[in-house]
T-cell receptor
């Protein structure tokens, strides 16, 4: 266990559904991240939250909407997704400002299937 | 565009031998580099981090960084079947707060 939890672990949704992915870190970190991992492709950074402020949005379609209510929780709200959005969605956290600050610890991921 | 390149493999190594995994990166501003291990169906698990040129050893693992050549490697000594996994190389953007850029990963198979 890395101290980063994600729910649900598996999610199947239709293209018209709205769902949310949840991530919680118990490490006292101040930065959180969403990554997407598709088959045959490298992990793709989606969003970065640094001290609850979104600092990066890697040209992610608006059907993905992140929310970071505090430094321990991160959500990814999903609506009107496409089948090509099916992937493993990974949350990570890190502590910025110390040596080794960039080390990111990943949650177990949510396996999303869009029908 | 920042890129991290890895040979996707599979790389097949006999049990007990040294496995050598390589990675190159394009962003000269990158300062920190990481090796993650990912088993099938699981999330990435940190193996090593390296920030300075040279070698860094941790148990059976040695990470090597050459910033002039923009090259990172991971050596696994006395390879075990449990080391069979995909190894992901990642680099930062120099500022620490922008997330990591990952390679596609090298699939390593340790043959008993």
């Amino acid at each position: 266990e890395t101290g980063v939890t994600q729910t649900p672990r598996h999610l199947v949704m239709g293209m018209t559904n709205k769902k949310s992915l949840k991530c919680e870190q118990h490490l006292g970190h101040n930065a959180m991240y969403w990554y997407k991992q598709s088959a045959k492709k490298p992990l793709e950074l989606m969003f970065v939250y640094n001290f609850k402020e979104q600092t990066e949005n890697n040209s992610v379609p608006s059907r993905f909407s992140p929310e970071c209510p505090n430094s321990s929780h991160l959500f990814l709200h999903l609506h009107t997704l496409q089948p090509e959005d099916s992937a493993l969605y990974l949350c990570a956290s890190s502590q910025l400002g110390r040596e080794g600050a960039d080390t990111q610890y990943f949650g177990p991921g949510t396996r999303l299937t869009v029908l | 565009q920042k890129e991290v390149e890895q040979n996707s493999g599979p790389l097949s190594v006999p049990e007990g031998a040294i496995a050598s995994l390589n990675c190159t990166y394009s962003d000269r501003g990158s300062q920190s580099f990481f090796w993650y291990r990912q088993y099938s169906g699981k999330s990435p698990e940190l193996i090593m981090s390296i920030y300075s040129n040279g070698d860094k050893e941790d148990g059976r693992f040695t990470a090597q960084l050459n910033k002039a050549s923009q090259y990172v490697s991971l050596l696994i000594r006395d390879s075990q079947p449990s080391d069979s996994a995909t190894y992901l190389c990642a680099g930062d953007s120099g500022g620490g707060a922008d997330g990591l850029t990952f390679g596609k990963g090298t699939h390593l198979i340790i043959q008993p």
